[in-house]
């Protein structure tokens, strides 16, 4: 007698078209959930993430700050504040507009025979102008320092991929892959505060034009 048992085809079978479905059920909830996963979740607009607009006032983004509005005294020639815009949203709420990149902002300060073109000057006062810090290649926060290869002692430098923009000039790109000058924003000098005095003068990094055009249309009616 052999000590092997023959196996019945028919519950071969069975076992077969079982492993199989179940493989197949796997390989079908695992396309599911890659699909779902991949899918971009919808880009809420809340308060705090609503474009600057005219009668914002400049505050710290400093925390210890507190969100104190930016005092004149602080923006010097040759030295930066960064600042979020506050004012009231659509709902009709005093909020702090600090939740997304493109609003944190840069403020500086030149003789005003230093701002030249692409700067639009009508949206500068007192020689302070202001910009987006979010770099317009992929968004990360530009820092200031000293760019001596392009002679240039206040530019704003990406940290990630090395763009190079000059304040002076419009924010516009002298050195690396950013496709488009840092936004400037209109402001003027209201008493001892900054003023928005307009929206971003060119598309920020995380909006489509579309989307800019629908915003800036919502708050202009508000």
């Known amino acids: 007698m ?13 076992k ?18 890659s699909i779902v996963g991949g899918v971009k979740p919808a880009n809420v607009l809340t308060p705090e993430k609503e474009l600057p607009r005219k009668g914002d ?13 930016v005092a004149l005294a602080d923006i010097q020639v040759g030295q930066v504040v960064y600042a979020f815009p506050k004012g009231r949203s659509l709902n009709g709420s005093d909020v702090v507009k600090n939740g997304v990149p493109r609003n944190q902002l840069i403020v500086a300060k030149f003789p005003a025979d230093q701002l030249k073109a692409p700067t639009d000057v009508k949206a500068t006062d007192q020689g302070i102008v202001v910009y987006s810090r979010q770099c317009m290649h992929l968004g990360c926060a530009v820092e200031i320092k000293p760019y001596p290869s392009k002679n240039l002692q206040e530019a704003a430098v990406c940290p990630c991929h090395g763009g190079v923009y000059d304040l002076a000039e419009g924010a516009k790109v002298v050195d690396g892959p950013p496709p488009a000058p840092l936004p400037q924003l209109p402001i003027k000098v209201q008493g001892s505060q900054v003023v928005v005095d307009g929206f971003f003068l060119s598309l920020p990094k995380d909006l489509t034009e579309s989307e800019f055009e629908a915003q800036k249309k919502e708050l202009e009616k508000a």
């Open 16 to 33: 077969f078209i079982n492993v199989a479905m179940g493989t197949t059920a796997g390989v079908g909830t695992l396309s599911l959930l």
């Open 2 to 14: 052999t000590k092997y048992t023959r196996q019945d085809p028919e519950i071969s079978r069975r």
């Open 57 to 69: 006032v400049l505050v710290y983004a400093d925390p210890a700050k507190n969100g104190a509005p």
